[in-house]
């Protein structure tokens, strides 16, 4: 099972599989979908190389479900048997592995006819170095726009920051100079209090002084004016001591008598208590007494079947008539009843073994065969498990590969575009230097213009004056 389960290299199947889509692309080999290859999948002996599809949307169905080509082809029952197992359990083998081969030559199927309802033809959108060419002229046309705009973008930026830092400035020193106008006002605020509260210091001890006296004075009259504390008199605290002591002897008669109704009340429950377990032990000891009396009677019975023989045999006729071969004759009977009895009791004994052996074998069998399909499922729930994660690292093996291949068309891309714009940076260059000489070589010539007297020396063939006699007339000394 191991041997028929083994996945090949993820690296080998990217390979086998692009290899293949390329030959199908360019026509080096016919074009075989899935359907195509199902016939030579039903052949156990068909080679590897025979199994891989050559169109491009049976690759890319396998690409997509990381589905390896070679692993659908068919097994006989034979390869699923295995030493000392039951035929059933290597059929059960094989009918799993069957149908998981056609699970997935269904998935296959499915998915190439997904491609083709989705339109997917196999060609690349701007391959490497393929469909870059179209673009490049629109690139260089809108490099120049491009720098421009980016340079507007920043200039508008620098602008926009400076303003920002400006408002900010502006703030903060508002804040600030708001900020010491109150600090300065808290001062001036302060020193006001200092100085009122300076000023107020001695009218207020002399009103305090003349409020103190005249508060005495209303005291020593008598009177019942405002702020004035009246105090209790003698008679009143006597009365009111005598009250309290009143109400302190009636608390002590009231506790004391809650506590003897406490007392009483716990007695008879202590009472009430005592006849309880008193009936309690007095029953218990009953029942022991009745128990140990039949245990007595019940162990002497006992002794007295013990000690007495079983002589009723003695009592027999023939003992008193002297029959002893009569006598001989029972005690031979029952001998070979009793070998009888033990004879047959061997029998069970070993027919019953046999019945369990049986039984043991039985569930013995039953209980390997759980074991094997058990083991079957568990084998097959890993093979699941082993088959998912090779799909999905060949699935993932094959979207590095997409994405290697897209940052290679991304490099080349923008390589050609960084040669294009140094081109133009470059031309740009060249024509700004050739402007600036023209403007230089123009200056010069304007000031020969307003310095010469004659305008003979200037004018050409046509009697006419020319920049551009001017200036292939004009050694260019700023080269």
């Given at each position: 099972?191991?041997?028929?389960?083994?996945?090949?290299?993820?690296?080998?199947?990217?390979?086998?599989?692009?290899?293949?889509?390329?030959?199908?692309?360019t026509g080096s080999k016919p074009k075989s979908s899935i359907q195509d290859l199902l016939e030579r999948a039903s052949d156990?002996?068909?080679?590897?190389?025979?199994?891989?599809?050559?169109?491009?949307?049976?690759?890319?169905?396998?690409?997509?479900?990381?589905?390896?080509?070679?692993?659908?082809?068919?097994?006989?029952?034979?390869?699923?048997?295995?030493?000392?197992?039951?035929?059933?359990?290597?059929?059960?083998?094989?009918?799993?592995?069957?149908?998981?081969?056609?699970?997935?030559?269904?998935?296959?199927?499915?998915?190439?006819?997904?491609?083709?309802?989705?339109?997917?033809?196999?060609?690349?959108?701007?391959?490497?170095?393929?469909?870059?060419?179209?673009?490049?002229?629109?690139?260089?046309?809108?490099?120049?726009?491009?720098?421009?705009?980016?340079?507007?973008?920043?200039?508008?930026?620098?602008?926009?920051?400076?303003?920002?830092?400006?408002?900010?400035?502006?703030?903060?020193?508002?804040?600030?100079?708001?900020?010491?106008?109150?600090?300065?006002?808290?001062?001036?605020?302060?020193?006001?209090?200092?100085?009122?509260?300076?000023?107020?210091?001695?009218?207020?001890?002399?009103?305090?002084?003349?409020?103190?006296?005249?508060?005495?004075?209303?005291?020593?009259?008598?009177?019942?004016?405002?702020?004035?504390?009246?105090?209790?008199?003698?008679?009143?605290?006597?009365?009111?001591?005598?009250?309290?002591?009143?109400?302190?002897?009636?608390?002590?008669?009231?506790?004391?008598?809650?506590?003897?109704?406490?007392?009483?009340?716990?007695?008879?429950?202590?009472?009430?208590?005592?006849?309880?377990?008193?009936?309690a032990i007095s029953a218990n000891r009953h029942l022991m007494q009745q128990k140990r009396e039949e245990f007595h009677s019940?162990?002497?019975?006992?002794?007295?079947?013990?000690?007495?023989?079983?002589?009723?045999?003695?009592?027999?006729?023939?003992?008193?008539?002297?029959?002893?071969?009569?006598?001989?004759?029972?005690?031979?009977?029952?001998?070979?009843?009793?070998?009888?009895?033990?004879?047959?009791?061997?029998?069970?004994?070993?027919?019953?073994?046999?019945?369990?052996?049986?039984?043991?074998?039985?569930?013995?069998?039953?209980?390997?065969?759980?074991?094997?399909?058990?083991?079957?499922?568990?084998?097959?729930?890993?093979?699941?498990?082993?088959?998912?994660?090779?799909?999905?690292?060949?699935?993932?093996?094959?979207?590095?590969?997409?994405?290697?291949?897209?940052?290679?068309?991304?490099?080349?891309?923008?390589?050609?575009?960084?040669?294009?714009?140094?081109?133009?940076?470059?031309?740009?260059?060249?024509?700004?230097?050739?402007?600036?000489?023209?403007?230089?070589?123009?200056?010069?010539?304007?000031?020969?213009?307003?310095?010469?007297?004659?305008?003979?020396?200037?004018?050409?063939?046509?009697?006419?004056?020319?920049?551009?006699?001017?200036?292939?007339?004009?050694?260019?000394?700023a080269m």
């Amino acid at each position: 099972m191991n041997s028929i389960s083994a996945h090949r290299p993820a690296v080998e199947w990217l390979s086998d599989l692009q290899r293949a889509k390329v030959e199908g692309s360019t026509g080096s080999k016919p074009k075989s979908s899935i359907q195509d290859l199902l016939e030579r999948a039903s052949d156990p002996t068909s080679p590897e190389s025979q199994l891989i599809p050559t169109s491009p949307r049976s690759v890319e169905a396998c690409f997509r479900l990381g589905i390896d080509p070679v692993e659908i082809q068919f097994r006989p029952a034979s390869l699923y048997r295995r030493n000392g197992e039951d035929d059933s359990i290597a059929q059960m083998r094989y009918e799993r592995s069957e149908q998981f081969r056609q699970d997935r030559i269904r998935s296959l199927i499915e998915e190439r006819k997904a491609l083709i309802d989705e339109g997917w033809t196999g060609e690349p959108e701007g391959g490497r170095g393929g469909g870059g060419g179209g673009r490049k002229g629109e690139a260089s046309s809108g490099m120049v726009e491009k720098e421009r705009q980016r340079l507007e973008v920043l200039k508008r930026r620098q602008e926009r920051d400076l303003q920002q830092m400006l408002q900010y400035e502006v703030t903060r020193k508002g804040l600030l100079e708001k900020q010491q106008r109150k600090v300065e006002q808290m001062d001036r605020r302060a020193a006001e209090l200092q100085r009122h509260k300076a000023g107020n210091i001695p009218r207020a001890v002399a009103s305090h002084k003349a409020a103190s006296a005249g508060a005495g004075a209303h005291q020593d009259e008598g009177g019942a004016g405002d702020g004035i504390i009246s105090y209790p008199s003698a008679e009143e605290v006597r009365l009111r001591k005598v009250r309290m002591e009143a109400q302190d002897v009636e608390r002590a008669k009231r506790l004391d008598a809650e506590a003897k109704e406490a007392a009483r009340r716990n007695g008879e429950k202590r009472q009430k208590a005592q006849l309880r377990i008193s009936s309690a032990i007095s029953a218990n000891r009953h029942l022991m007494q009745q128990k140990r009396e039949e245990f007595h009677s019940v162990r002497c019975k006992r002794v007295r079947r013990q000690q007495v023989p079983d002589n009723s045999w003695l009592c027999a006729p023939l003992f008193f008539s002297g029959g002893q071969e009569e006598l001989a004759g029972l005690r031979q009977d029952k001998y070979h009843g009793a070998l009888t009895q033990e004879e047959l009791r061997k029998t069970h004994i070993r027919d019953k073994a046999k019945d369990k052996e049986c039984a043991l074998a039985e569930l013995y069998a039953q209980r390997k065969k759980d074991n094997d399909i058990r083991r079957v499922e568990r084998e097959f729930e890993l093979k699941t498990r082993l088959d998912k994660v090779d799909s999905i690292q060949k699935t993932n093996l094959y979207h590095r590969a997409q994405l290697l291949d897209k940052i290679m068309d991304e490099y080349e891309r923008t390589r050609a575009m960084i040669q294009e714009r140094s081109a133009v940076q470059e031309q740009r260059k060249m024509a700004n230097m050739t402007a600036s000489l023209h403007r230089h070589m123009i200056a010069q010539a304007m000031d020969q213009l307003k310095f010469t007297k004659s305008l003979d020396k200037l004018t050409g063939g046509s009697g006419t004056v020319s920049i551009n006699d001017l200036l292939s007339r004009r050694p260019m000394t700023a080269m």
